[in-house]
Structures are given as C-alpha cells and as structure tokens.
C-alpha cells in the first residue's frame, strides 16, 4: 500500500466520514463544469464557501485553473477524481474551484501569494485560506506521490489539516506575514517613478533606451525575445514597427518582421489550417503548446496586418486570412461574439489532432506527399514523440518553387489543393476541447483586430464580424446599470462585474469601430464609460485605475496592476485610449490624465519594456505625438479607407462629406466638392490638406 492511502486511511481512522456534494453542476464555466463530476465536494468563488467554511471551521483549499490547462487535467485525473483523495479533501477543508479567465482578480490575487511564498507562479494554483479568507500556503501543481522537491498532494493535505487542529496561531501568523508584504509590494515602485509636474518627462533617449532594452533581450537568430518556453510577445512587435516608423530604425523593422516570419513559418502557427498556438516550448517555435487562444490570435492579427502594410509580403496576407478563417469556422458564437480557447489535448493525449506520421501524409496526398514533405519538414523519424511530425514551412514559396521548375502561382495551388485534403482527414479526428465561454476583454482584442484588418485588405466580411461581435457584447454583456458591463458570457447568462482590462478592451474597440465606419455614437459610448470609469475605477493617489471597480468582492484585495500579460496592460490601454479620446472629442482633462499615469510609471518602462510595452507605446505617443487626421469632400469615405489601409501607429481619424462643428477634428474642414482634402495635425501643428494617402504618408515621415 501506498504511503498516501496509509495517510488518507490513518485520517479516515480519526474522522467522521463526509460526503460530497458538488455545486460545480450550476456553473457555466466550461472548466468548472469539468470538474462537476468530481467526488470532490467542489464550491464555486463566492460567499457560500466562506461561510461554510467559519460554520465547519475549516480552511478553504482554493484550487485555479483553466480548461485548456494541460497539467490541471493532469492533477484532475491523478487526484480529483480518485474518491480516497477527494474524501480526504472534503474532511480536511472547503474546496473551491474556480476559473482564472473567468475570476481573473482572484487569480492575480492568489498568484501574488504564489509567487511570494514559492518564488515562481503557474497553473494549476493551490492556495489555503483562513476562513476570513487570508492566505497561508500556495503551490502549484502536487503530484499523487512523492518526487525530489516536491510533496505529494496527500502529504500537503495532511500537513496543513494537522498544522489547521494542532498549530492554528502559526498559520495565522503566516497569514499576517502573506497580507503585510501583499500590501507593499507595488508602493516602493511607484513612489520610485513618480516625477513633479515641472520636469520634462520624456525623451527621444528615453525611446531610445526601451528600443535598445528590447534589443539585448532579442534573439535574432530564431526571432522573438529571450529562449524557451517562447512567447509571441506581440505588443513588443508592435512597438518596434511604431519605433521605426518616426527613426527609421531598420533594425527595429528588421526584428519584429523576422519574428513575425519565423513564428508564421513555424509549428506554432497551424500550417493546415490558421491560428496560433499559446507558446512554443522550444527557441526555434517547432514545438507548441497546442492550445489556441483568442487573445493570442487578436494581437498576431493586428501585427501581421501591420507588418504587411509595412512589406505588402504575401506570407503575413495569407497568414491574416487563414487565421480569421479559423476563428470564423471554430471560434465563433453563431450570434456573433468569439469563444475562449482550444485545448492542447484531444483523446488525453496533448497535440493529437495536430500532428502526423509520413505515412499518413503519403496514404492522403499519394503523389503529392513528396514535395508536401519537403516543404514542411515530414521525416520517417518526426520531429516530435513516436515518430509523429509538426509540420513547419522549411522553405518559402518562391525559393521552393524555384527549386523545382514551376511557378510560385503553380506551386500555390499544388499546395492548396494538398492542405484541403489534409484538413478533410484531420477532420475525422476527435478535436480538441473548446472553451465556449465569452469573454468581454478577449473579444473586444479581436473586435479591433477584425476592423483593422478587414478595413486593410478590403475586405468587408471581416468588417462586419467585428461589428457585429461589437454588438453582441453590447447586447449580451451590459448590466442594467449602464455603461456597467458583465465580463463573462455563457449560455444565456452574462456573469462576473467587468474589470478594467474589460473597459480598456471596449474603448479601443469602440474608438476603431468609430474610425471604420463614420458613425460617430460609438464614440459618445466610449466617452460614457470612461466618465464612469473616473468615479468606479480611478486611485486619485497614483493616478492609476484599479483593476476592480467600487464595492466589488470583499475577500479580494483591491490593487492596480500595471504590468502587460499576455494582453496589454488595463491600465497602458486605458493611457492610450485616453490620449486619442482626448483628441477626437476635444476632453483635455483626458490628455492630462494619460500624461499623470505616464508620470508615474515612465521610468519602469524605461526599465523593463519587455513586460510594459504597451506603455511604452503610450510614452511614445507622448513624445512624437499622434496624428489627426481629417478627410472632409465627396468622396471622404473612400480617401479615409485608402489612408486607414497604410501603415501608421496609433493615429485618429474622422471622415465626412462636409464639415462637422459637433466634432473638432471636422470642425472648419473646408471639403473639396469635386475631390475629398485629407487634413494633418500633430502636435498643435496643422499642414497644408493633400488629396491622397500617398502624400499623407509624405507629410508624415518627411525624411524616408
């Protein structure tokens, strides 16, 4: 036997036997539901579980994850569903599950504990709590027996259930120590960064400084940052090309398109059939993790966009194409707004339904397996476990077809013609799990990223999905209490208040949705939540939002996080949305706004703009200011999507036939009533109106 079944036995011996009773069966959070059939006697995040918890005298086990969270399915089918450890967790502790993209400020909250306790974070996430809710012991994944440093689950259980009866003061203590470091941990860097009112805060060098930051930290053999596990890291992308639009730095362009390239080329983009996995495992991108996510595939669409408005090269056309395909097919609500994520798994086994053996390709394609082999890499050998291959682009396709005789245009088609078949057969397979829940922030990334996108390539599709996820949220998502808005969406039910990343999200997506369409309500509505925002989110103190509003849940601590994660930081977004609403609605207030939280936090972009840039975006709005441009004629529609096909960083536009005075950037815009004029200001400095986006472009980067 065992020594964790001898652990759970000798308890059984001392205690009265409880049964479980699990309330996951309500929720409509596909990873709580996951659970729902667990013998573990589960709770959702909510008072219910405190209250049981200070009745039953217990500490709650609050355990974190999320569906497509490979290893939280590993320690479910190792732990949570053996009913001798879940018995035990049931004696010992009140158990509560919840789901970080739907509860992210309980996940931030107890990931900082975490992180604190342990010196390193992840998913899954084991947090005790008192039954007051404070802290005391976190850790991440267990397994079900002993390994070199680490416990095993039952070994933890047993510990803190004996410390919980025989030691209760040492765990309060701690619990002390946990809250009183939790409370310090941001003031030293904010009171560090923040600058008087006189000082000249930004600089060309300090631009320089992030550009040469970013630089040392890049890998410009393999593209991207760092080494393995690799991330996108998008927002530094993005900020790159921004960078190299007003120094003409090549190099700066020269990275962010090789990483792009390399990523697109590489067995982290789905070469059958479009989308991103979340990471890649290696530093070469062959190796993903195979989940797909919807916000890693928002912000890879708005940078590829930008790099081939930048290149007009077909491999990131082609790349925005499939992937918006794949979120049409897979991911998207048939009312309009866009599920969570696939699962790296299908069948309990990680990748399956991605990879292939050389035989399988040959048995499908026939005479075609050859060359399709050559192109992406296939081996009898592989290049992952058992023989099988992620397939990955070897060669471009102008090289390739060259190498063999035919045209690129012949060699499209061969190709084409063999990844249809291949996806027919893939399409046999069990797919992966996929997370339909909807959630506000993720959708309102891929909103802008279709509008910017379908508005790019010309392609109105794409325009009105955007619009219409637009509206879904809108619909779906609004509290009665408006401009408030829910964060989750599932089955008819909208739940959980939005947090700032929420807002933030919104804002952008309704400031793009202005600028596609000339319909200027959606403007008055980004105006609308941030007024509100000011009164529920904003710190007066640090001029910085909260990522909670007002009166929201008591056991989570309010905080500000300032910090990109894999999407922009809440409160960088809601700098840059600050900046430009400033401009198209004339609110000053909103300018000085953008430039206190720039005050407070530039000196930390300065130092760390691998994990602040989207602030570093903002500072550079700040210095080289954003453009406003105004096209008033005839035809101003069709002059504005010409100039919103070109590549420029963070600008604001308005269109119409004629002048507007509700608007200032229409305002006293003579229009040409044969040939719309396109206006350019920057800066408190007007220029002479042009007629087209190519003399726009001139008048914006003079020197090129």
């Known amino acids: 036997m065992s020594q964790g079944k001898k652990a759970i036995l000798l308890y059984f011996d001392q205690t009265q036997s409880v049964s479980a009773v699990n309330r996951l069966q309500h929720e409509t959070s596909p990873y709580l539901l996951q659970h729902a059939d667990n013998p573990v006697d589960w709770y959702p995040w909510g008072e219910e579980a405190f209250q049981v918890a200070r009745m039953e005298d217990k500490p709650l086990l609050v355990s ?24 035990l967790m049931n004696m010992l502790f009140v158990n509560v599950k919840v789901d970080r993209e739907e509860r992210p400020d309980v996940d931030q909250m107890l990931m900082d504990v975490c992180q604190l306790m342990t010196g390193s974070g992840g998913w899954p996430l084991h947090v005790f709590l008192t039954p007051e809710g404070k802290p005391f012991y976190a850790g991440t994944y267990f397994p079900p027996r002993p390994m070199p440093g680490r416990p095993s689950w039952v070994q933890v259980l047993h510990h803190l259930g004996r410390l919980w009866r025989e030691n209760r003061q040492t765990i309060y203590k701690q619990a002390q120590r946990i809250e009183d470091a939790l409370k310090g941990k941001d003031t030293p860097l904010l009171q ?30 393999h593209g991207g940052f760092g080494s393995a596990p690799k991330f996108p890291q998008s927002m530094a992308l993005d900020w790159l090309m921004h960078y190299y639009f007003y120094t003409h730095q090549a190099e700066a362009l020269q990275h962010a398109l090789f990483s792009l390239e390399q990523m697109v080329r590489g067995g982290i983009y789905d070469q059958l059939a479009g989308g991103f996995a979340r990471y890649a495992t290696d530093e070469h991108w062959l190796v993903p993790h195979f989940e797909k996510m919807l916000y890693d595939n928002a912000l890879l669409l708005r940078s590829l966009t930008s790099a081939w408005q930048l ?64 192109y992406y890499g296939v081996s009898e050998q592989g290049n992952w476990e058992d023989g099988k291959n992620i397939l990955h682009r070897k060669y471009d396709d102008y090289s390739f077809a060259e190498k063999h005789g035919i045209s690129v245009e012949v060699w499209k088609r061969h190709l084409a013609a063999a990844k249809k078949k291949l996806l027919l057969r893939r399409g046999v397979r069990v797919p992966p799990g996929r997370d339909d829940k909807i959630l506000l922030d993720w959708n309102m990334l891929m909103v802008t990223s279709l509008l910017r996108a379908g508005t790019t390539f010309g392609c109105q599709e794409w325009v009105h999905m955007g619009l219409e996820a637009l509206s879904f949220a809108m619909q779906h998502l609004r509290q009665a209490q408006e401009p408030a808005m829910y964060h989750s969406w599932k089955d008819g039910q909208a739940k959980h ?25 959606y403007l008055v509505q980004a105006g609308q939540i941030v007024s509100w925002m000011w009164e529920e989110f904003l710190d007066e103190q640090s001029h910085l939002f909260y990522f909670t509003p007002r009166n929201h849940d008591s056991y989570v601590q309010r905080r500000i996080e300032f910090f990109d994660s894999a999407t922009p930081s809440g409160n960088a977004l809601m700098a840059c949305n600050l900046q430009r609403l400033a401009l198209l609605m004339h609110r000053p207030e909103w300018a000085q706004q953008a430039e206190r939280m720039l005050r407070v936090i530039m000196a930390s972009v300065v130092r760390y703009p691998l994990a602040m840039a989207h602030w570093a975006v903002a500072l550079a709005n700040a210095y080289w200011g954003i453009p406003e441009i105004a096209v008033v004629g005839v035809n101003a529609l069709e002059k504005a999507t010409s100039v919103m096909r070109s590549y420029i960083p963070e600008w604001v536009l308005m269109f119409a036939e004629a002048p507007d005075e509700q608007w200032p950037l229409l305002s006293g815009r ?35």
Request: one cysteine or more; glycine letters at 6%; a negative charge.
């Open 64 to 87: 974190v994850g999320y569906s497509t969270c490979h290893w939280c399915h590993v320690m479910e089918r190792e732990s949570f569903e053996d009913p001798d450890v879940a018995g």
């Open 192 to 221: 560090l960064d923040r600058l008087d009112a006189d000082q000249v805060p930004w600089s060309e060098e300090q631009l320089h400084a992030i550009y040469k930051q970013l630089l040392v930290q890049a890998d410009v053999v």
């Open 311 to 374: 290149t007009k090269k077909d491999l990131f056309a082609e790349a925005v194409a499939e992937t918006i395909e794949w979120v049409k097919q897979v991911m998207r609500h048939p009312e309009g707004g866009f599920y969570a994520a696939l699962d790296a798994d299908s069948e309990g086994e990680e990748g399956k339904y991605y990879v292939w053996t050389k035989a399988e390709i040959e048995e499908v394609l026939g005479e075609q397996a050859s060359w399709f082999c050559e």
């Open 497 to 521: 208040n939005a947090y700032l990343d929420d807002y933030a999200c919104l804002i952008e997506a309704l400031i793009e949705a202005a600028q596609v369409t000339g319909d200027w309500s």
């Open 670 to 704: 003579a229009g040409d009533p044969d040939d719309a004029l396109i206006y350019l200001c920057r800066q408190y400095v007007c220029l002479k109106p042009v007629r087209s986006a190519e003399e726009l472009m001139r008048q914006l980067r003079p020197n090129q």
